[in-house]
């Protein structure tokens, strides 16, 4: 537990409840109904957007944050859209719109794409997140402080 007074720096380790939800409404994501989660704030664990939200409130804090798509998940950027081989896909490779498909880079990393269209040679994919280009409202509760 966090001394009387100290707010949620980074390197903290902290206990949340949380919810992410578009403005009207709809949940895209929810723990209220569960158990808080364990994030160490600066890790890497919690989104930076979403974490700069969290550093600098009271353990007890509950608030909600309405996030534009640029201080959220960003603007949907075009160049993020590709058109890749089709036969860069694996024989038998289900091919479904909206579906989201994971590339290993050469250095390791993952990425993620959802599959926009595709046509006998190609694939359409989108590289940006799911939710660039969307406002989103963060409700957080900092149940604990860990230091």
């Not at 409130?57 to 089709?86: K, N, Y």
């Not at 896909?89 to 579906?99: N, Q």
Request: charged share 25%; net charge negative; hydrophobic share 40%.
């Amino acid at each position: 537990m966090a001394p009387a007074n100290a707010a949620v720096a980074p390197g903290d380790t902290v206990l949340l409840r949380y919810r992410l939800s578009t403005p009207a409404g709809e949940t895209i994501t929810d723990n209220f109904g569960e158990g808080p989660e364990t994030f160490v704030i600066g890790a890497g664990e919690l989104a930076e957007h979403l974490e700069r939200c969290v550093v600098g409130l009271d353990e007890g804090a509950h608030r909600a944050f309405h996030l534009s798509p640029g201080e959220a998940f960003g603007e949907t950027d075009s160049a993020l859209v590709r058109e890749l081989a089709r036969e860069d896909f694996p024989k038998g490779f289900d091919l479904a719109a909206g579906s989201l498909v994971e590339f290993e880079l050469p250095d390791g990393r993952s990425v993620a794409g959802l599959i926009q269209s595709w046509t006998d040679t190609t694939v359409t994919v989108d590289f940006n997140h799911p939710l660039s280009g969307c406002p989103v409202v963060f409700e957080v509760e900092v149940v604990e402080i860990c230091r």
